[in-house]
C-alpha cells in the first residue's frame, strides 16, 4: 500500500500560481499512476491530470490544460502539480491518488489509495 502526503495549498489572487507537492511511500512511483483529483463543494470529484508510471503519459482535464503541469521527481519519490493562471472556480480540495492498475483512468473509483487533501482557494 502507498501511503500519500500533499502539502503546498493556500490562498492566492486569480492569476497567481501554486505548486502542490504529493510525497509517496511504501511504493516507488514506478509502480503506480499518479493522479490529483480536486472537489468543490456540492460537486463531484474530478480528476485534473494524471502521470503514467513511467512518466511518458500524462492526462488534463479540459478544464487545466495550458494552465496545470504534473510532474514527479524520482529520486524524492514525490510527485507535483503545478498550477498557473488560477480562476477562482479551480477553489477546491485537491487530492493525490494512487491506481495500482498502472493505466491512467478518471474515474476516482480505480484509484487505490488517497492523501489527506489540501485546500487551494483562489480569490478573485
Known amino acids: 500500500q502507498v501511503q500519500l502526503v500533499e502539502s503546498g495549498g493556500g490562498l492566492v489572487q486569480a492569476g497567481g500560481s501554486l505548486r502542490l507537492s504529493c510525497a509517496a511511500s511504501?511504493?516507488?512511483?514506478?509502480?503506480?499512476?499518479m493522479g490529483w483529483f480536486r472537489q468543490a463543494p456540492g460537486k463531484e470529484r474530478e480528476l485534473v491530470a494524471a502521470?503514467?508510471?513511467?512518466?511518458?503519459?500524462?492526462y488534463y482535464a479540459d478544464s487545466v490544460k495550458g494552465r496545470f503541469t504534473i510532474s514527479r521527481d524520482v529520486a524524492k519519490n514525490t510527485g507535483y502539480l503545478q498550477m498557473n493562471s488560477l480562476r477562482p472556480e479551480d477553489t477546491a480540495v485537491y487530492y493525490c491518488?494512487?491506481?495500482?492498475?498502472?493505466?491512467?483512468?478518471?474515474?476516482?473509483?480505480?484509484?487505490?489509495?488517497w492523501g489527506q487533501g489540501t485546500q487551494v482557494t483562489v480569490s478573485s
Open positions: 511504501g511504493r516507488p512511483l514506478s509502480a503506480f499512476v
Open positions: 491518488a494512487a491506481d495500482y492498475s498502472l493505466v491512467v483512468h478518471t474515474t476516482p473509483s480505480t484509484y487505490n489509495s
Open positions: 502521470i503514467s508510471p513511467s512518466g511518458a503519459t500524462t
